[in-house]
Nanobody
Framework: QLQLVESGGGLVQPGGSLRLSCAAS????????IGWFRQAPGKEREGVSC????????SYADSVKGRFTISRDNAKNTGFLQMNSLKPEDTAVYYC???WGLGCTEGGMEYWGKGTLVTVSS
């Protein structure tokens, strides 16, 4: 069964860090782009970051540039999102999603995880 499972969310104080993981099972991530999306309470889901299958190409939303780092370990079939200098406005459910090939437009993602909650609060 094809599955993506996010982990690593939790409660963190402003300025803190979290590392999210996205573990794939039932298929190999090698040629899939991995995207991270988030949905804050009362808001639409938005794209956060994307990484190509090779890991060479990455992109970030302006709101997280310089604070978040996307990466992947194809040997472990897992993607990661390192989140530093977290702000209260980063509070959201974070989802990972994948698509064969390039790019991470929300409508083009093929498989989605169920999400992990990140709460940034003092």
């Amino acid at each position: 069964q094809l599955q993506l499972v996010e982990s690593g969310g939790g409660l963190v104080q402003p300025g803190g860090s979290l590392r999210l993981s996205c573990a794939a099972s039932g298929f190999t991530l090698d040629y899939y782009a991995i995207g991270w999306f988030r949905q804050a309470p009362g808001k639409e889901r938005e794209g956060v970051s994307c990484i190509s299958g090779s890991g060479i190409t990455t992109s970030y939303a302006d709101s997280v540039k310089g604070r978040f780092t996307i990466s992947r370990d194809n040997a472990k079939n897992t993607g990661f999102l390192q989140m530093n200098s977290l702000k209260p406005e980063d509070t959201a459910v974070y989802y990972c999603a994948v698509r064969w090939g390039l790019g991470c437009t929300e409508g083009g993602m093929e498989y989605w995880g169920k999400g992990t909650l990140v709460t940034v609060s003092s």
